[in-house]
């Protein structure tokens, strides 16, 4: 199947400071990306959907100056946590979609960063 | 509103034994189901989706499932488990065919697949 990379892994900060999660599609085009967020042991809550060239979409509840979405090219995404604050310690989890088609296909998912704000 | 619930946290299964992970679903219109295996600290990985078609999917790793209109069920299935199939299963269901237009995905709560030797 199609390959998503999610960079970094693992990361630690600051609070106070900006992390930069990067989420690449390595072999197709994604005009569209999902981020989610998952608590341990729970479900992947949808964060907002990122879509090349226009500005991403949000769900209800969640912090559009928080959490920053860039999606500048088919095969790029990011998600800037800004201000990180321990509460925002979690696993990051993005997927995308081949973007060929407009029919429904499976998403393929990163490996997910986990984030802790120390 | 489209939702998905998975009623059981956990499943035990000894090895060798037939598994089973529910999932039930709810949606206006025409549903479209995945199941999704996470192993620790991963991503998701795609096992099998029901689009159209056969009521019997079958998927990766002898996975299959059955969509039963119904009893608004796709449960997950494997005839013979392994230790290794012990992870954490998603069931999603997308309220729209096309991604492009609100094809996101909507997870259930996921279950806990504990298979012993």
């Not at chain 1, 892994?9 to 400071?17: A, D, E, L, Q, R």
């Not at chain 2, 499943?11 to 709810?26: D, W």
């Not at chain 2, 989706?49 to 069920?73: H, M, P, R, W």
């Not at chain 2, 488990?81 to 237009?101: E, H, I, K, T």
Request: aromatic share 12%; glycine share 8%; hydrophobic share 35%.
């Amino acid at each position: 199947g199609a390959v998503v990379s999610q960079h970094p892994s693992w990361v630690i900060c600051k609070s106070g400071t900006s992390v930069k999660i990067e989420c690449r599609s390595l072999d197709f085009q994604a005009t569209t990306m999902f981020w989610y967020r998952q608590f341990p042991k729970q479900s992947l809550m949808l964060m907002a959907t990122s879509n090349e060239g226009s500005k991403a979409t949000y769900e209800q509840g969640v912090e559009k100056d928080k959490f920053l979405i860039n999606h500048a090219s088919l095969t790029l995404s990011t998600l800037t946590v800004t201000s990180a604050h321990p509460e925002d310690s979690s696993f990051y989890i993005c997927s995308a979609r081949d973007g060929t088609g407009s029919y429904l296909s499976e998403a393929f998912f990163g490996q997910g960063t986990r984030l802790t704000v120390v | 509103a489209q939702s998905v619930a998975q009623p059981e946290d956990q499943v035990n299964v000894a090895e060798g034994n037939p598994l089973t992970v529910k999932c039930t679903y709810s949606v206006s219109g025409n549903p479209y189901l995945f199941w999704y295996v996470q192993y620790p600290n991963r991503g998701l990985q795609f096992l099998l989706k029901y689009i159209t078609g056969d009521n019997l999917v079958k998927g990766s790793y002898g996975f299959e499932a059955e969509f039963n209109k119904s009893q608004t069920s796709f449960h997950l299935k494997k005839p013979s488990a392994l230790v290794s199939d012990s992870a954490l299963y998603f069931c999603a269901v997308s309220p729209s065919p096309f991604y492009n237009q609100g094809g996101k995905l909507i997870f259930g709560q996921g279950t806990e697949l504990s298979v012993k030797p």
